[in-house]
């Protein structure tokens, strides 16, 4: 197994779950070779496992594809249409984790994996996993309705006469914008009022650059929600081959970390344009900004990016060398 920093982009599953058969999740990755460099407009063999239990546990499901790369380096895929080679993707029991993801890439297009990556896959695939909890039928043949993600007593004799009664109750605490929760503050949520965006409680710099010493186009236009997470890792790797010791605004979200209740979570991103703008919105219940200008990952060109000041929240495209402040974000 080589251990290239190719894989940097080892795993990034996206916000395109889907319900509804065929089952699938999104997957993006940058691929570079043994020097580093982009393999680049290329046809890639990648063989993907969904491991159970721990980052060497059994695999539930492997299966290989042959996507190709874009002009950067970046490979789009769905897990769940490739060729399968052990396991049915729909059958995964996604709460009987935790699980990771093992991906295994041959540059050349062939099955010579030389490049091997494993992720946690913190956030457990929701809208997959919620089709189990979508109803309950009893044996009379009727159908209660309850919402997705709740908790279900069932009473009753169990009995044509005397059917089971679903009794739905919501299930977990709520959550709520200003919560401390998974090592930072909540400052975004979404409908279901159980998932969203945490922003760290502390800056994570106050003056460093959005470039690592050299101007140049990493392909990182992602905007709106979660696209901040893409943009981060391709901006590390696109701009770590400028200066292999070299320190800028996304690598410092993508190197934090922090342990909240024996959990470590190390999933931090600059955020998107968009998701900065949502937490300036939120800056008072978060805490701890300054008037300063905030770098987002957002890349408006090959020498500017765009970054808001705290002060006044306006959003503005600033040059990559200028030292502006940076707080990282993480979905959940």
């Given at each position: 197994?080589?251990?290239?920093?190719?894989?940097?982009?080892?795993?990034?599953?996206?916000?395109?779950?889907f319900?509804?058969?065929?089952?699938?999740?999104s997957?993006?990755?940058?691929?570079?070779n043994?020097?580093?460099?982009?393999?680049?407009?290329?046809?890639?063999?990648?063989?993907?496992?969904?491991?159970?239990?721990?980052?060497?546990?059994?695999?539930?499901?492997?299966?290989?594809?042959?996507?190709?790369?874009?002009?950067?380096?970046?490979?789009?895929?769905?897990?769940?249409?490739?060729?399968?080679?052990?396991?049915?993707?729909?059958?995964?029991d996604?709460?009987?984790?935790?699980?990771?993801?093992?991906?295994?890439?041959?540059?050349?297009?062939?099955?010579?994996?030389?490049i091997?990556?494993?992720?946690?896959?913190?956030?457990?695939?929701?809208?997959?996993?919620?089709?189990?909890?979508?109803?309950?039928?009893?044996?009379?043949?009727?159908?209660?309705?309850?919402?997705?993600?709740?908790?279900?007593t069932?009473?009753?004799?169990?009995?044509?006469?005397?059917?089971?009664?679903?009794?739905?109750?919501?299930?977990?605490?709520?959550?709520?914008?200003?919560?401390?929760?998974?090592?930072?503050?909540?400052?975004w949520?979404?409908?279901?009022?159980?998932?969203?965006?945490?922003?760290?409680?502390?800056?994570?710099s106050?003056?460093?650059?959005?470039?690592?010493?050299?101007?140049?186009?990493?392909?990182?236009?992602?905007?709106?929600?979660?696209?901040?997470?893409?943009?981060?890792?391709?901006?590390?790797?696109?701009?770590?081959?400028?200066?292999?010791?070299?320190?800028?605004?996304?690598?410092?979200c993508?190197?934090?970390?922090?342990?909240?209740?024996?959990?470590?979570?190390?999933?931090?991103?600059?955020?998107?344009?968009?998701?900065?703008?949502?937490?300036?919105?939120?800056?008072?219940?978060?805490?701890?900004?300054?008037?300063?200008?905030?770098?987002?990952?957002?890349?408006?060109?090959?020498?500017?990016?765009?970054?808001?000041?705290?002060?006044?929240?306006?959003?503005?495209?600033?040059?990559?060398?200028?030292?502006?402040?940076?707080?990282?974000?993480?979905?959940?």
């Amino acid at each position: 197994m080589n251990k290239i920093y190719s894989i940097i982009a080892g795993l990034l599953i996206t916000a395109s779950v889907f319900a509804q058969a065929p089952e699938k999740m999104s997957y993006q990755a940058v691929i570079r070779n043994s020097s580093s460099a982009l393999v680049t407009s290329t046809t890639v063999g990648m063989k993907i496992s969904i491991l159970q239990g721990i980052s060497t546990g059994t695999p539930v499901y492997v299966e290989t594809q042959t996507p190709t790369t874009n002009t950067n380096g970046l490979v789009s895929l769905e897990i769940g249409s490739g060729t399968v080679i052990t396991g049915t993707f729909a059958t995964i029991d996604w709460a009987n984790g935790p699980y990771f993801i093992k991906t295994e890439t041959d540059p050349t297009g062939g099955t010579n994996f030389t490049i091997e990556g494993t992720s946690q896959l913190l956030s457990v695939p929701y809208a997959l996993h919620s089709k189990t909890a979508e109803s309950v039928t009893g044996i009379d043949g009727s159908e209660t309705k309850i919402t997705a993600g709740t908790n279900v007593t069932v009473t009753g004799t169990g009995t044509t006469a005397s059917p089971y009664v679903v009794n739905s109750t919501t299930g977990g605490s709520a959550l709520a914008i200003g919560d401390s929760y998974q090592g930072g503050k909540i400052f975004w949520l979404d409908a279901s009022g159980k998932h969203g965006l945490i922003a760290a409680t502390a800056d994570q710099s106050t003056a460093i650059q959005w470039h690592n010493g050299t101007d140049r186009y990493t392909g990182a236009s992602g905007d709106g929600l979660y696209a901040g997470s893409m943009n981060t890792t391709m901006i590390v790797a696109t701009q770590m081959a400028d200066n292999q010791t070299g320190n800028f605004a996304a690598k410092v979200c993508a190197d934090y970390s922090v342990t909240d209740g024996g959990v470590t979570y190390s999933d931090w991103y600059l955020p998107s344009k968009y998701e900065l703008n949502l937490l300036y919105d939120q800056k008072t219940v978060v805490g701890g900004f300054v008037g300063g200008f905030y770098w987002s990952s957002t890349e408006n060109d090959n020498s500017n990016a765009w970054n808001q000041g705290f002060g006044t929240g306006t959003t503005v495209s600033d040059v990559k060398n200028y030292s502006g402040y940076v707080r990282a974000v993480r979905a959940f």
